[in-house]
């Protein structure tokens, strides 16, 4: 009975004891749960604050760098102005200065060449009445002694002859230095302050057989032969000058760049295609037209065409080259002439630029370049 | 032989945490006694207690410690009010705890009493090391940490963390033997038997446009491009108090690399001042800094590896001490306990651990050979073992 008693005690005081280490795990979990409570709240606010701190940093350094963005834009938008203004100064003054050299030049030999010209068909026509006088002559008059004479009646014959095809040929050279001047006056367009409307292909005419002695034979090539497409192409408002000179700019980089394949005509493949330039001319609609100026050159590397509008710059050699001829032909039909102006080049193949024009733009903000 | 263990406990009953903490190491030591600890413990406890506590159990204890913003250890990992205690056994390395006082008034007279009382009979010759945790909040630590290296005439490579206080920036504690303190510099100090190695990284990346100090006195900043140095921050934090993760990168005059500077939290906006926990030089440049977990765990990794590189290749750890700070506890959030888990990731071999997050790190720079340094968000590694 007794060691029953016994039993059941130490049993209780054992189970006590395990509650009472129960209870104390219990309650040192219960201690570090509501500790880890407690900082679970404190770790959220302080998350939520850091949260909220790195937003606002991340928001405000977004907008100081789109601000930064928008400020390097607007730089590099005005460093473009600046440098298409400054592009613009300098062709203007070389023009203006190109263009009255020529519109001088023209006027200093229209005025003997008019002389010339203008008394050559007297000359002409003095000339075959004196032959014919001579001729008269020596039909009624063969008994003349002919030592009198200062030539013999075989080189008479032979200078009559002559002096015909002299005067003929003096017709034409007059005739084509006439043409020049013309041209000379016409392309430098100084005495147009407005648009007119106007023939595109006089223009390129005229930039042509300014250009001649380019494209003719020299000792790297033969001659570049040149190709025209013409349209019958409506009269198109603009401003001819201006225009000269974008013609005058794409022949030029075509002829350079025909120059640059080293052609050596000793030798020429016959199968090679010979060096050309081929001009196209096409009405697109009503209200637009388009030039295309080709060349078989050697064609420009891709990583180089977006800069070609660029103003100053340039692959040519150095003193060859502006780096200004394309900045201000873009400026002139896209700025002043609302057109376009593309470009397509294959290595190896040759380049074709290609100006789209309207008829009429809507506004010109002035001829003067 | 060279001993080191580790106790550590969660239950925020003061008592209850030192006996469990206590008990721990009592099973490690199997009947050793220790010369010397480190106690680190969460703001919450009743730090008398837990002292008379460790010197009840091991009478003459060389102990220093102090509060922290968060606690690491071999036997629990990353902690929060916690306590953990590491203890050294050695009768071949030599250690002996000091400490200064009042560092805010005299940072000379603290640094050269605790060294004094630390070295003991000993030559600072024979010092192998020192470790220190002291004061963030009330003296600026570059200053601090300048008197320290004077007082070990630049022979010793100091490591270690200021003490914190879980991001209030009221009060800290410093501990040395059974004196809990506060405006003090203790210090350990190491001779003998023991090799070490090394390693310290941050993280942090510069963001935004950089600014001229162009008015300072020691780590207070008052004006950045002659403007008030609040509104530097306030351009991209809005109107929020300067936080510790956005610390400063310092360009010195003609240095393309920089260090980092964080806020010490205890101004008023309204002031238009910043009190940071290290000087700035007046023109220095300097940028605001940010960080996310993936830089900040990636350089916990660095700061380990280095460590490991540097250790003598004739000796092998026995033991590792992580000193790492606050902000990179506050920027990984729940992912803290990755940053100890990439430290023991990259161990050979289980070592006994502890750690806490800082108010700021204290380590030699390996590049310059410094052998005192002041760092922000950095992860600082020491390892240890003896000497062979």
Known sequence: MNDNVSVKATVTQTSIEELEARLKTLERENRILQKQLQRSYADREQLEAATDRKETLLRNALDELQASQASLEERQAALNKLQHAQAQLVQTEKMSSLGQLVAGLAHEINNPINFIYGNLKHLQDYAEDLLETLKVYRQHAPEIDQQLLPIEPDELEFIAQDTVQILQSMQIGATRICDIVSSLRNFSRLDEAKSKEGNIHDGIDNSLMILRYRLEQNDRRPAIRVIKNYEDLPPIECCHGQLNQVFMNLLINAIDAIDLNGYDPKDCDPSEQPPQIEIQTRTIDQSEIQISISDNGPGIPEELKSRLFDPFFTTKPIGQGTGLGLAISHEIIVQQHQGAIAIDSELGRGTTFTITLPRYPTSYPSCNV | MLKVVVGHSNDPDSGEAITDVLAQCQDQLAGDLPQAGILLAA?????????????????????????????????MGFEQDSISLMLFCSDTVHIRAGIGKQVSHNETAAANTA???????????????????PESLTASAVVVLQALEQALQGRVPVFGGLTADQWRFKQTHQFYKTEVCTD??????????IAFGYGVASGWQPIGKTGTVTKVTNNIVYEIDNRPAIEFYQTYLGNRPPSLEYPLAVYEAGNTSFYLRATSGSDRPEDGYITFFGDLPEGAIVQLTEANRNE????????????????????????ALYFSCCARRQILGSHTKEEYSVAQACQEQPLPEMGFYTNGEISPLFETQERVCFHNETFVTLLFGEAV
């Open chain 2, 43 to 75: 703001v919450d406890f009743e730090y008398d207690l837990v002292l008379e506590a460790i010197e009840r159990t091991y009478p003459g204890l060389e102990l220093i410690g102090g509060t922290t913003d968060g606690e690491i250890s071999s036997v």
């Open chain 2, 115 to 133: 060294i004094a009382m630390a070295l003991g009979d000993r030559q600072l010759d024979e010092i192998q090391f020192a470790i220190t945790l």
């Open chain 2, 184 to 193: 003090s510099l203790p210090v350990l100090l190491f001779s003998g038997a």
């Open chain 2, 296 to 319: 900040i765990l990636s350089a916990s990794e660095l700061s380990i590896k280095q460590a490991i590189e540097r250790f003598p290749s004739t000796s092998t750890p026995q033991g």
